[in-house]
């Protein structure tokens, strides 16, 4: 009745049309639990008012299919509304080598970036099945692992409310309840955005445990993921927007895996970089140091991927090069595709590129 499906096609290689109801199933879950719990205040009530309308604006993306500046604006809109009600922002990256870091009035474009950049992560992880709620799960829990015990107890149930809400979604979408449906736009953008402001708000306070770098640790695996992609395709002299097949589950796909071991590849890969993080913030007790050991990861998640990248790249090109040259010897052979299953939402990150494409 409301259109909101998706359809398998040309990149999307699910079989028939699946409903892309699960983040409105989120919302709607997390909603209830706000009203049952009824003690969140200012901070938390203006966080779900303005996610709601980003709600409302990613199921309008996946039925309509809105333009890039139209959801660029209206997330920064939300973003600025929720700094002049509430006051939190990034104003502090805390200490880092004995210095700190502070933002001043950089701290607000720093805050829109931050958390636009984070929505953008989850929406291009969104490519198979069970991946986007798996990481939601884990970057709650690696939260409240870096965070407890904080003093911040609404912001700990409002990710709480968002981790249980989160659980009836994703077996749904692995297939565990019947028909399956898809978290589409309107799931990750509430995903990434309520993460966002949660890690925002629980490291800009002293008695929290969380400083601004664990928060690169909470999340990961989508930021690595995200970074490393763009910066491929900014080095191969593409917009860092261009849609491709190159993130981590594509590859894994390409190389062999099933969709359902891919999964469970990067739930591990996703905890196992939490699990690392909260060693070297509890063992090296320095920002600094905790942010060198981040890029050193980071960096060697860059050099790894692209290699798969470059590796599974040359061997499409030789299999085009030998169907080219078997059709025009007069012999027909059948194009080898591997099946994937695929997700709602990460087909529409920046749809100006390409519409409805799984980044």
Not at 25 to 39: Q, S
Not at 59 to 71: E, H, P, W
Not at 209 to 231: E, G, K, Q
Not at 336 to 341: D, I, L, S, T, V
Request: proline share 4%; glycine share 10%; net charge positive.
């Amino acid at each position: 009745m409301l259109g909101l499906v998706d359809r398998p096609d040309q990149r999307k290689q699910h079989l028939g049309e699946v409903p892309l109801v699960g983040g409105l199933a989120i919302f709607m879950g997390l909603i209830v639990g706000a009203a049952c719990y009824g003690a969140f205040r200012k901070f938390e009530g203006t966080l779900l008012e303005t996610a709601a309308v980003l709600a409302l604006l990613g199921a309008l993306d996946d039925r309509f299919g809105l333009s890039v500046r139209d959801r660029l604006l209206t997330q920064t809109i939300a973003i600025l509304t929720v700094i002049a009600s509430t006051g939190v922002y990034v104003h502090t990256l805390g200490q880092i080598f004995g210095h700190e870091v502070a933002l001043g009035w950089l701290g607000v474009p720093v805050t829109v970036i931050a958390v636009i950049g984070l929505v953008n992560a989850f929406n291009m992880m969104d490519g198979i099945d069970g991946l986007a709620g798996s990481l939601t799960l884990i970057s709650i829990a690696a939260v409240l692992l870096f965070a407890l015990p904080t003093p911040l107890h609404r912001v700990v149930a409002l990710l709480a409310l968002l981790g249980a809400a989160t659980l009836p979604y994703l077996a749904a979408n692995l297939g565990f309840m019947g028909g399956k449906i898809f978290l589409g736009d309107a799931g990750s953008t509430l995903v990434g955005y309520l993460l966002a402001w949660a890690l925002i708000r629980m490291s800009q306070i002293p008695e929290t445990h969380l400083s601004p770098v664990d928060v690169l640790w909470c999340v990961a695996l989508p930021v690595c993921d995200t970074l490393s992609v763009m910066y491929r395709r900014m080095r191969e002299g593409q917009s860092p927007f261009r849609p491709d097949r190159g993130h981590i589950h594509h590859m894994l796909l390409g190389s062999g895996l099933s969709p359902r071991a891919t999964l469970m590849a990067l739930v591990v890969l996703a905890m196992a970089l939490a699990s690392i993080g909260a060693i070297v913030s509890g063992v090296v007790h320095s920002a600094g140091a905790n942010l060198a050991v981040f890029c050193l990861i980071l960096g060697l998640y860059m050099v790894m991927t692209r290699r798969m990248w470059l590796r599974q790249e040359a061997r499409r090109q030789d299999e085009s090069r030998n169907e080219r040259h078997t059709l025009s010897s007069g012999f027909a052979v059948p194009r080898r595709e591997h099946a994937c299953e695929t997700s709602g939402s990460g087909a529409k990150v920046l749809r100006s590129a390409e519409h409805s494409n799984r980044q």
